[in-house]
């Protein structure tokens, strides 16, 4: 049975004119795993996730959690899962010891309070008042309090903004541990790595749909290749007479009428040029440059070169790297999961 199972979820706001959060959302999580569900802001994954957590009525669609259903098996499910949200208010006039035993007070079982706190290293703020904690630690005072219960389900919604890169990576193994003993998380994350470092399968929702769904290693496999190169350039002298000639505006039109917001043009040679190289498996825009997923840097490279010799472009900026699920976003969606525009 699947811990997390959602068939054809909605939710639509009320409004002049309605909006859409949701639309028609397939979701199936594994008893077991680690489970990612990335997308920029406004995307409709934290929508998503709190119709799973019974905080808010979808509009229509079916949603089971643990193989229950809320409105039925409302204690029985709570009793079961913990929660941390992306936002949580705590009292400021409760100390850290005491906030986590309040929560815990909310179980028919559950783990000492003190543990939970050692868990998420704050031993030695236990006794502080939670207006006294860092924007970090609050965030993992949240996290502690989403595990008191030691729940069978953990719903973690960007648990690690604000954190620290120790503080970050302990949380990863809390979460590595967790799912060892056979339970299951799901998780929203904004931080491409963690994704990839701690989800068996990931989903990227866009505009309330679910536009990709897999592995990490299938998604970025999908871009055809397991390198990027990222190029910019700029024409020659000579590349006007010879765009004339052959019919295609001159950069300076292209970058007057299709400006990206950061003031950058596009290139003045379209990335489909780029597609038939060799080891190149596709080419897309963004931010003004062009990127190639490759499966072989050291053959691409050299037929990259040459094909900007023959359009009389000059080379003015090139990086490689491992491809990436944000690559994966750009190429779908068109944009970075910051919000930021990308072209595919």
Known sequence: MPAIRCLNLKKTYEGRPPVDAVRGIDLEVREGECFGLLGPNGAGKTTTIEIIEGLLPSTSGDVEVLGRVWGRDDEEIRQRIGISLQETRLSDKLTALETVTLFRSFYKRGIAPDDALHRLGLDEKSGAWVNKLSGGQRQRLAVACALVGDPELLFLDEPTTGLDPQSRRQLWDIIRGFREQGRTVLLTTHYMEEAERLCDRVGIVDQGKMIALGTPRELIASLGGEHVVEFSMEPS???????????????????????????????????????????????????????????????????????????????????????????????????????????A
């Not at 007057?256 to 038939?276: C, I, K, M, S, W």
């Not at 963004?286 to 990259?304: C, F, K, M, N």
């Not at 000059?314 to 699920?325: K, V, W």
Request: hydrophobic content about 40%.
């Open 237 to 343: 002298t000579g590349w006007h007479a010879q765009s004339a000639a052959m019919g295609v505006a001159g950069a300076t039109n292209l970058e007057r009428d299709h400006a990206l917001p950061d003031g950058q043009g596009v290139p003045p040679v379209a990335a489909a040029e780029f597609t038939n190289l060799p080891a190149v498996s596709s080419a897309w825009t963004e931010d003004g440059r062009i990127s190639l997923s490759v499966t072989e840097p050291h053959v691409a490279l050299p037929a990259l070169l040459s094909r900007l010799t023959e359009l009389r472009c000059e080379l003015t900026g090139l990086t490689t790297r491992h491809a990436s699920l944000e690559d994966v976003f750009v190429k779908l969606a068109g944009r970075h999961l910051d919000g930021t525009e990308g072209a």
